[in-house]
Nanobody, 124 residues
Framework: VQLQASGGGLVQPGGSLSVSCAASGRTFSHANMGWFRQAPGKEREFVAAISRSGRITYYEDSVKGRFTISRDNAKNTVDLRMNSLKLEDTAVYYC??????????????????WGQGTQVTVSS
């Protein structure tokens, strides 16, 4: 699976932004998908994950109620809609594929394919 993230940018606090990940390869629908982020000087952290079918989603506590992960298996895409953005959401956002069986992972060690990252900057 090859992953290409896009859609990052600059947004003011309280604003909204979506990032998208396009996957190549026939195994996309067989993979759980996740979004992670890494801020300068910090470790990469889990943001959200979605199951193969899209029926199960997980979120990191600080983004619950503000971020929504979704996927379209016909288009091989997974999106992250981010609302009510805060300064602390500034980071490089990465999409990743988890090809293990079972529920989506919530740590970076569960994912074996990664996109290149897209910068999201929240600033006034």
């Amino acid at each position: 699976v090859q992953l290409q993230a896009s859609g990052g940018g600059l947004v003011q606090p309280g604003g909204s932004l979506s990032v998208s990940c396009a996957a190549s390869g026939r195994t996309f629908s067989h993979a759980n998908m996740g979004w992670f982020r890494q801020a300068p000087g910090k470790e990469r952290e889990f943001v959200a994950a979605i199951s193969r079918s899209g029926r199960i989603t997980y979120y990191e506590d600080s983004v619950k109620g503000r971020f929504t992960i979704s996927r379209d298996n016909a288009k091989n895409t997974v999106d992250l809609r981010m609302n009510s953005l805060k300064l602390e959401d500034t980071a490089v956002y990465y999409c990743a594929a988890d090809q293990r069986t079972g529920l989506p992972g919530t740590t970076q060690y569960d994912y074996n394919y990664w996109g290149q990252g897209t910068q999201v900057t929240v600033s006034s």
